[in-house]
């Protein structure tokens, strides 16, 4: 981690998208990490049955990765505000690909020490999270 | 089934003394692919952990069953930084509640407090209870 971690931020910036690979296995790991055993997330029964369109990721997984991306832009700059809505599903096939999550990311502003970052976040085109936001220290 | 307008503003008892670990941080990093050294940032994601323990508790408490919640909205508002070493707990407010098409939408705050009773982070989440008929 370097010293002045985001001291590199300037409004306007346009932040390298990244795009991440998320599979049935990362959803069974992320379970065991957050607490989060909800079955619509790694049994196609029960998602089926609560009438979603299959397996889908964790809607905190899909802002960890947000937040993996913020801390991978910023180089580790302490997060003071993160939010986002989660809009549409990230439905998870059963496979050793997965799906594809794509990160890309803009600096509003950087004032009074914060830097504030507009996100955006797909799968297949679509977006997935709606406002994405986050205000990293600068 | 819906739940009672009644809960709103209602405070539900503090989640048990949570510490946090530099295990636990490593390995919520690592599910994610996030970068994490030992005493660096912990990923600004991982009060989910103890947010997450603070609506189960009141799930079981109003009868709700988790497969019928779908996450609706995530908030993170930090007053400090979360540290390894931290003993947190959590305590769930319900800070809205209506019903739209059979569902309830129930909008939580969670405020992470430290082993002084200082805040650390407050969380705010949407919960959509999909109640239909089951």
Redesign the interface.
């Known amino acids: 981690?370097s010293a002045s971690p985001s001291a590199g931020l300037a409004a306007g910036q346009v932040l390298e998208a990244r795009t991440?690979a998320v599979t049935r296995a990362?959803l069974v790991?992320?379970a065991?990490?957050?607490?989060?055993r909800?079955?619509?997330h790694w049994s196609d029964r029960?998602a089926a049955?609560?009438?979603l369109p299959g397996v889908i990721a964790?809607?905190?997984?899909t802002?960890?990765?947000a937040?993996?991306a913020?801390?991978?832009w910023t180089d580790?700059?302490?997060?003071?505000?993160?939010?986002?809505?989660?809009t549409n599903p990230v439905v998870v096939p059963d496979d050793d690909t997965g799906v594809e999550v794509v990160l890309a990311g803009t600096v509003r502003s950087v004032e009074d020490g914060l830097a504030h970052l507009a996100l955006e976040v797909t799968c297949g085109g679509t977006k997935v999270l709606?406002n994405p936001r986050?205000v990293v220290r600068a | 089934m819906s739940l009672d307008s009644t809960l709103v503003g209602r405070t539900f008892p503090a989640t048990s003394p949570y510490r946090v670990s530099e295990e636990?941080v490593a390995?919520?990093a690592?599910?994610?692919?996030?970068?994490y050294?030992p005493g660096?940032?912990v990923?600004?994601?991982f009060p989910?952990?103890l947010a997450?323990?603070a609506m189960n508790d009141f799930l079981d408490e109003v009868g709700v069953d988790?497969?019928?919640?779908?996450?609706?909205?995530?908030?993170?508002?930090?007053a400090r930084?979360l540290v390894v070493g931290d003993v947190l707990t959590t305590a769930l407010t319900v800070a809205s509640l209506r019903q739209i098409g059979g569902n309830d939408i129930i909008g939580t705050r969670s405020d992470v407090t430290d082993a002084d009773g200082v805040a650390v982070c407050s969380t705010?989440a949407?919960l959509v209870h999909?109640g239909?008929a089951a």
Do not use: C
């Open positions: 981690m991440y990362d790991r992320y065991g990490a957050s607490g989060d909800n079955p619509i029960v049955a609560v009438g964790h809607g905190m997984f802002q960890a990765l937040a993996r913020v801390a991978e580790g700059a302490e997060v003071v505000e993160l939010g986002a809505k989660f709606g986050a | 636990r390995e919520f690592a599910a994610s692919g996030t970068p050294t660096g940032q990923p600004a994601t989910i952990v997450f323990a988790l497969s019928r919640i779908v996450h609706g909205e995530q908030k993170f508002a930090y930084p705010s949407v999909r239909g």
